[in-house]
Nanobody, 114 residues
């Protein structure tokens, strides 16, 4: 059973940066297509960035040019570098496998506010 633990969130001013980390356990991490999602109250999880096993990345339009997803297979970790943050980026951020979702972790709260 694969599990994910997210970290790195916090309170940041508009225009600031954060780097999120997601540590995977319980499976061979390198074979998985991975994604970062975010959720706001009352809404579904939104896939904002993904990276496949070859390192090809995709982003939702609202974060293109500001967010960068990367992975370190040796550390079983996927990252999300978030720059030029906006108040509308405020959400709980999660990682998961877009092609085969598993139980959600606890997520990490990102709050963008002055």
């Amino acid at each position: 059973q694969v599990q994910f633990v997210e970290s790195g969130g916090g309170l940041v001013q508009p225009g600031g940066s954060l780097r999120l980390s997601c540590l995977a356990s319980g499976s061979v991490f390198s074979i998985h297509h991975m994604g970062w999602y975010r959720q706001t109250p009352g809404e579904e999880h939104e896939l904002v960035a993904s990276i496949n096993v070859s390192g090809t990345t995709k982003y939702v339009d609202s974060v293109k040019g500001r967010f960068t997803i990367s992975r370190d297979n040796a550390k079983n970790t996927v990252y999300l570098q978030m720059n030029s943050l906006k108040p509308e980026d405020t959400a709980v951020y999660y990682c998961n496998r877009p092609l085969r979702l598993v139980d959600w972790g606890q997520g990490t709260q990102v709050t963008v506010s002055s």
